[in-house]
T-cell receptor, first 113, second 112 residues
Framework: KQEVTQIPAALSVPEGENLVLNCSFT??????LQWFRQDPGKGLTSLLL?????REQTSGRLNASLDKSSGRSTLYIAASQPGDSATYLC????????????FGKGITLSVRP | DGGITQSPKYLFRKEGQNVTLSCEQN?????MYWYRQDPGQGLRLIYY???????QKGDIAEGYSVSREKKESFPLTVTSAQKNPTAFYLC???????????FGSGTRLTVV
């Protein structure tokens, strides 16, 4: 059974810092990996999707990398801003006809002004 | 704009009552999903549907039911058999397995 782990559960950084959020998964037979952002009381917003054949994806100040062999993904946020404060979740889709997205519990990020 | 609409945003249920959460998408996606989110537990899959008139149980289907009569709609009924229904419910859709999921804004259900 696929398990997705995100450590630490919470992180507080000063504004302007570059930071890395980690995600690990136990089954390397993944189809893709997706990073989401969730603001309090809101739904999930997709940030980046990495297919299994890709190593990284970039969008603005965000860069996500994928290393299937080691079961790890990182989300890099450059020059963090208070508006980046949210919970960041990673989710993996494993191969197989009826596979479903499996989520980590998320990392709650607070960027201090 | 294309997206997923969940309604209502807040819902209150009395003991022994069934309630239905609405999920509608205009993205022309084939697959739709229902997740439950509890503090400290992450998202857990309740039901999913890959095609009209077909759906499958997820990891925590007991006490829930769904239907998929139209491609655009995937309503979730929380029955009185669900003993602890208070949670945040999220609906999602995807065009195909190879593509990303799009989520709605959620419904917060509270038992009163």
């Amino acid at each position: 059974k696929q398990e997705v782990t995100q450590i630490p559960a919470a992180l507080s950084v000063p504004e302007g810092e570059n930071l890395v959020l980690n995600c690990s998964f136990t089954d390397s037979a993944i189809y893709n990996l997706q990073w989401f952002r969730q603001d309090p009381g809101k739904g999930l917003t997709s940030l980046l999707l990495i297919q299994s054949s890709q190593r990284e994806q970039t969008s603005g100040r965000l860069n996500a990398s994928l290393d299937k062999s080691s079961g790890r993904s990182t989300l890099y946020i450059a020059a963090s801003q208070p508006g980046d404060s949210a919970t960041y979740l990673c989710a993996v889709l494993i191969t197989g006809a009826n596979s479903k997205l499996t989520f980590g519990k998320g990392i709650t990020l607070s960027v201090r002004p | 704009d294309g997206g997923i609409t969940q309604s209502p945003k807040y819902l209150f249920r009395k003991e022994g009552q069934n309630v239905t959460l609405s999920c509608e998408q205009n993205l022309n996606h084939d697959a739709m999903y229902w997740y439950r989110q509890d503090p400290g537990q992450g998202l857990r899959l309740i039901y999913y549907s890959q095609i009209v008139n077909d759906f499958q149980k997820g990891d925590i289907a007991e006490g829930y039911s769904v239907s998929r009569e139209k491609k655009e709609s995937f309503p979730l009924t929380v029955t009185s058999a669900q003993k602890n229904p208070t949670a945040f419910y999220l609906c999602a859709s995807s065009p195909d397995r190879g593509y990303g999921y799009t989520f709605g804004s959620g419904t917060r259900l509270t038992v009163v």
